[in-house]
Nanobody, 123 residues
């Protein structure tokens, strides 16, 4: 069992940066691929980024490529999402997720989900 707790969301202006964190419980964190998803009001949840268990492979949605960076610290059981050059369209609840296979995360399948953290970007 893995529990995920996100933090770091907030209200920022367009062009600002935020760093989200996702702290995981459990001793098997390093065996899971981790990902971030987001859901804007009235829209379906969408894939943002994923990182393999080792951190050696990362994947991004086209909408965030070049602006967002995912990383992980397996010693701290934490995955991060650095978000730069934020845009109003990045406004959403951001969810952390875990799955044993990176490719499954990319397709939206996760074994575990966090409760989400709100990111609001004003214009």
């Amino acid at each position: 069992q893995v529990q995920l707790v996100e933090s770091g969301g907030g209200l920022v202006q367009a062009g600002d940066s935020l760093r989200l964190s996702c702290a995981a419980s459990g001793r098997t964190f390093s065996t899971y691929a981790m990902g971030w998803f987001r859901q804007a009001p009235g829209k379906e949840r969408e894939f943002v980024t994923a990182i393999s268990w080792s951190g050696g492979n990362t994947y991004y949605a086209d909408s965030v490529k070049g602006r967002f960076t995912v990383s992980r610290d397996n010693a701290k059981n934490t995955v991060y999402l650095q978000m730069n050059s934020l845009k109003p369209e990045d406004t959403a609840v951001y969810y952390c997720a875990a799955h044993g296979m990176t490719m499954r995360l990319r397709s939206g399948v996760a074994d575990y989900w966090g409760q989400g953290t709100q990111v609001t970007v004003s214009s």
